[in-house]
């Protein structure tokens, strides 16, 4: 259930199109719903936040991913789940023929992406290195579920500056960005030096022994000589999207 549905339901109701009865029951599961012993849905969540809960696979039995995704599909046409595993989206895909499994960004999605809510005002996703991009990936598709406008700029790290100053037009026209790195992190810095648009930082795990598993990254992104930067946990890029998100949908 969203803003949206619930506004349409409660028209409905006015113009005596649907009855009270029926709006009740449809609204009888708010605020969550109950899954097993294992699970409460929170179908309230997008009234309150504007976003629809959302599967964390990591931690969950198959068959547990599946029910959930099911169970949500259920009630709004509609699925996002993130981290993946190949086992978790067969079982998700024959409970829902429809389900799309995100090989590089590990997601699984049911249902259309809509059009973006501001056509005119986009997210660039910015990746240091290839590397990076299942991380910018994620971001890039979680925000584009939302309904927000996204341009990628992939593999544009410190080690060759020239490439993202060649897409600088696009860099400092963007609301928002996202900006994945691992290794040293520093196209954090580099990027918020060059615009005036909050800057969304996500360390990767990507890097050498001295990197601790992203750890190197996530210091020097939380140490940043740039202002305007809000940084996010290692391999965030989910997190960073529902970020960036309302920045740009305010």
Known sequence: MD??????????????????????????????????D?????????????????????????????????????????VLATRAAPEQFDAVRALIPSAV????????????????KNPDRYVAVLT??????????????????????VERLYDVGVAGLHRLLDQLPIVQGADALVVAAGMEG??????????????VAVPTSVGYGAAFGGVAALLTMLNSCAGGVAVVNIDNGFGAACYAHRIVNV
């Open 186 to 199: 520093a196209l954090v810095s580099v990027v918020a030096g060059l615009v005036s648009r909050p800057v």
């Open 3 to 36: 803003t949206e549905r619930l506004a349409e339901m409660l028209r409905q109701v006015q113009g005596g199109d649907l009855s009270i009865e029926a709006a009740l029951s449809a609204l009888q599961s708010l605020p969550y719903e109950s899954v097993g």
């Open 128 to 149: 240091a290195g290839t590397a990076d991009t299942p991380v910018g990936e994620e971001a890039a598709l979680t925000l584009e579920w939302q309904g927000t406008r």
């Open 38 to 78: 294992f699970a409460r849905l929170d179908h309230h969540r997008a009234i309150r936040t504007g976003m629809s809960e959302v599967i964390y696979c990591p931690g969950k039995s198959v068959d547990q991913t599946a029910q959930i995704a099911l169970r949500l599909y259920e009630r709004t046409g509609r």
């Open 101 to 116: 499994f995100h090989t590089l960004a590990r997601l699984i999605s049911v249902g259309e992406f809509p059009a973006p």
